[in-house]
């Protein structure tokens, strides 16, 4: 059982930058990746960034690629990322995921709050 607590978001002015951060409770050599999601008020939750943990591919939705950067620490089994040039439309409650295999997000965080005002 792997437990994610994720860290890092708050409020932000657009255009700004914030860090969330997504620690695993164990090592994380059978994980195949982690990723990030967000769920704004109202709408469903979707995917936003995720890396593979062996090979380190990367993968972004459209609507954040060239601005958010996704990054691992093998040392601390901790996955970031880096969020730069925010819009309002960011504003979502941001979670941390990891799968043991492809296609099959097996564990979450609890999520983080990130609000970018205008």
């Known amino acids: 059982q792997v437990q994610l607590v994720e860290s890092g978001g708050g409020l932000v002015q657009a255009g700004g930058s914030l860090r969330l951060s997504c620690a695993a409770s164990e090592r994380t050599f059978n994980i195949h990746a982690m990723g990030w999601f967000r769920q704004a008020p109202g709408k469903a939750r979707e995917f936003v960034a995720s890396?593979?943990?062996?090979?380190?591919?990367?993968s972004y939705a459209d609507a954040v690629k060239g601005r958010f950067t996704i990054s691992r620490d093998n040392a601390e089994n901790t996955v970031y990322l880096q969020m730069n040039s925010l819009k309002p439309e960011d504003t979502a409650v941001y979670y941390c995921a990891a799968a043991l295999w492809a296609g099959n997000w097996n564990y979450w965080g609890q999520g983080t709050q990130v609000t970018v005002s205008t």
């Open positions: 890396l593979t943990w062996i090979r380190r591919s990367t």
